[in-house]
């Protein structure tokens, strides 16, 4: 069983198009999260949500916007691709917002913007 | 602020090789420390963990030690194997609102 799944996988897109990323944890967790992880495998946080609300909003354009209809699924929708936008996305989550939590990720969705 | 610094890499060895994987930080208060690995096309996965100063963490023959006097948690493996090429992560625990701070990653390259 997948703890956290991703959908899609791979994305490949046209700049200027607007495009939906998914996210669903089957682990009963109450936080979930957006990373951005650039060429060189660095590591950006940019969305936490606990129990469906916000708590974590790093400086990310305002062209990406999270949805979180219930604890389970955290999805990402991003207007207006640029292709500085093409990275891998990763969503994670964690049973709760604790400093000795696990964070738990996705297979990650690889976007690439031509 | 916080802030977590690790060896650049990539670092290649060989098989059977000792491996050492620097890591030292920057924090106020007393925070969590984890070393996480990402395999090749895969998400990254929790390691070792370590909450307290001289915890030792510990998994799949790879440990590592919270020196606070020293700020660090380097990850130490005695007899690396091929299957352990991946990247490897270091991380801190932020105290005010529990999010991570991440290490910049170190490629490990093991040659058969």
């Known amino acids: 069983d997948t703890a956290v799944s991703q959908t899609p996988k791979y994305l490949v897109t046209q700049m200027g198009n607007d495009k939906s990323i998914k996210c669903e944890q089957n682990?009963?967790?109450?936080?979930m999260y957006w990373y951005k992880q650039d060429s060189k495998k660095f590591l950006k946080i940019m969305f936490s949500y606990n129990n469906k609300e916000l708590i974590i909003n790093e400086t990310v354009p305002n062209r990406f916007s999270p949805k979180s209809p219930d604890k389970a699924h955290l999805n990402l929708h991003i207007n207006s691709l640029e292709l500085g936008d093409s990275a891998v996305y990763f969503c994670a989550s964690s049973q709760s917002r604790t400093r000795q939590e696990t964070q738990y990720f996705g297979p990650g969705t690889r976007l690439l913007v031509l | 602020g916080n802030s977590v610094t690790q060896m650049e890499g990539p670092v290649t060895l060989s098989e059977e090789a000792f491996l050492t994987i620097n890591c030292t930080y920057t924090a106020t208060g007393y925070p969590s420390l984890f070393w996480y690995v990402q395999y090749p096309g895969e998400g990254l996965q929790l390691l070792l963990k370590a909450t307290k100063a001289d915890d030792k963490g510990s998994n799949k023959g790879f440990e590592a030690t919270y020196r606070k006097e020293t700020t660090s948690f380097h990850l130490e493996k005695g007899s690396v194997q091929v299957s352990d090429s991946a990247v490897y992560f270091c991380?801190?625990?932020?105290?005010?609102?529990?999010?991570?701070?991440w290490g910049a990653g170190t490629k490990l390259i093991i040659k058969p």
């Open positions: 682990l009963g967790h109450d936080t």
């Open positions: 991380a801190l625990s932020k105290d005010s609102n529990y999010q991570l701070i």
